[in-house]
């Protein structure tokens, strides 16, 4: 049966990962005021600032992210097409992938990397070289964590897709932000971690 379904209480099992305990101050350690206060420091006299280029209120340049406009039958068709972008992966069966979709689930862009953070970058810059509107959802083979929610705040996307799990850091950040995130990603199921504006309150159609 295919469908989308929403995690119990608690959060997504496995979400807790070591990158994101080495992210938390330890005991009376001061929290990190990136990405809601941006800084910078000196090196070599030049200035360097976070590395996503955040405003003072954690929004990207493109502003809040708008509301999903894609049917459920378009993540499951990206999911299936997804694979034939995927020539490097085919080769070596140990490649992260990144894609732009449009409403229909058709691949507009794809990029392969080793890292499943190189393989967004790559995404992300290839979209802004090409100066056109954000596509309707970026879709990654591998598990969400906080700094690929920025990414994709950064890029304007309305919605994340992930074939894994998220990590509660990012889904604390798509929830803050407004971000619409769906992890798990199966051709027979969706879990929805972040619906802010209840496009898939019904647990099956999603967009119009």
């Known amino acids: 049966m295919v469908g989308v379904y929403k995690p119990r209480r608690g959060g997504v099992a496995g979400a807790a990962r070591a990158e994101e305990r080495a992210r938390r101050p330890g005991?009376?350690?001061?929290?990190?005021?990136?990405?809601?206060?941006?800084?910078?420091?000196?090196?070599?006299g030049r200035k360097q600032w976070p590395p996503t280029g955040?405003?003072?209120?954690?929004?990207?340049?493109?502003?809040p992210p708008p509301r999903?406009?894609?049917?459920?039958?378009?993540?499951?068709a990206a999911l299936a097409g997804l694979r034939a972008h995927q020539p490097l992966n085919a080769a070596t069966g140990a490649i992260h992938a990144a894609a732009a979709c449009d409403r229909s689930g058709d691949v507009l862009a794809a990029y392969e990397d080793v890292g499943r953070h190189n393989a967004l970058d790559k995404l992300v810059g290839g979209l802004a070289i090409r100066s056109t509107a954000p596509?309707?959802?970026?879709?990654?083979?591998?598990r969400i964590?906080?700094?690929?929610?920025?990414?994709?705040?950064?890029?304007?996307v309305a919605m994340l897709v992930g074939i894994s799990a998220p990590t509660s850091l990012a889904i604390d950040h798509a929830r803050a932000h407004g971000?619409?995130?769906?992890?798990?990603?199966?051709?027979?199921?969706?879990?929805v971690v972040n619906d802010p504006f209840g496009v898939f309150e019904n647990g099956s159609e999603g967009g119009t």
């Open 68 to 76: 999903p406009d894609v049917p459920v039958t378009a993540i499951f």
């Open 179 to 191: 971000l619409t995130l769906l992890a798990l990603a199966r051709s027979d199921a969706i879990l």
């Open 54 to 63: 955040r405003g003072a209120d954690g929004q990207g340049s493109q502003g």
């Open 145 to 156: 964590s906080f700094e690929m929610v920025d990414k994709a705040l950064v890029a304007g």
């Open 27 to 44: 005991p009376g350690a001061a929290a990190p005021p990136w990405p809601h206060t941006p800084r910078h420091t000196t090196r070599c």
């Open 135 to 142: 596509p309707a959802f970026i879709l990654v083979t591998s």
